[in-house]
């Protein structure tokens, strides 16, 4: 298995925690959270997990990592359930199926940005819908979700297509988050 792969499938895995959203406080979440950045700082680069998780200019520590559980946080302390849950979907399922499949099967590239390809939007865009469905339900099976989970999936693909020079696992969820916290 490939080291992108790897990181992509661990970026998916990651939405689980997301569960735990009505479960626990989100001071609670919080803190699992920071402990699994400390992890990732600490443990990880020492470990055998290194090849599989960091790129190769990370040497030392993941600045992905620290992007992914540091927005992670913000998301859960800061924000809505519902808008952090919709952010989290983009940030966990529509980044890492972007990347999967748009760097296997795209061939196009976006006229807007040559490192993106339609397919990779597309699947950002379905795999977020999906997911936001899943988890909204999960947090209210009473409340209507179609509306939040399509503009979570539409808001989420586009900014992540925008070449844009800020990582894009900080802008996607917080634009998400912010946006559906307006729903």
Do not use: C
């Amino acid at each position: 298995m490939s080291n992108e792969l790897t990181r992509q499938l661990v970026h998916i895995i990651l939405f689980t925690p997301a569960f735990l959203l009505p479960v626990v406080s989100r001071w609670q979440l919080g803190l699992i959270l920071f402990g699994l950045l400390i992890l990732s700082l600490t443990l990880v680069p020492y470990s055998g997990w290194k090849k599989y998780l960091f790129r190769d200019q990370n040497k030392k520590y993941s600045r992905g990592a620290i992007a992914y559980f540091g927005i992670l946080i913000i998301l859960t302390l800061l924000f809505p359930f519902r808008a952090a849950a919709a952010g989290w979907a983009a940030l966990s399922l529509g980044d890492g199926f972007a990347t999967l499949f748009g760097s296997h099967l795209g061939k196009t590239k976006l006229p807007w940005n040559k490192k993106r390809t339609y397919v990779g939007s597309l699947s950002f865009f379905i795999s977020t819908f999906i997911g936001a469905i899943i988890i909204l339900l999960w947090l209210d099976p009473i409340k209507p979700i179609l509306l939040e989970a399509a503009v979570a999936a539409a808001a989420g693909a586009l900014v992540e297509s925008l070449p844009l020079k800020i990582d894009d696992n900080l802008t996607v969820p917080l634009i998400v988050a912010g946006l559906l916290s307006l729903i």
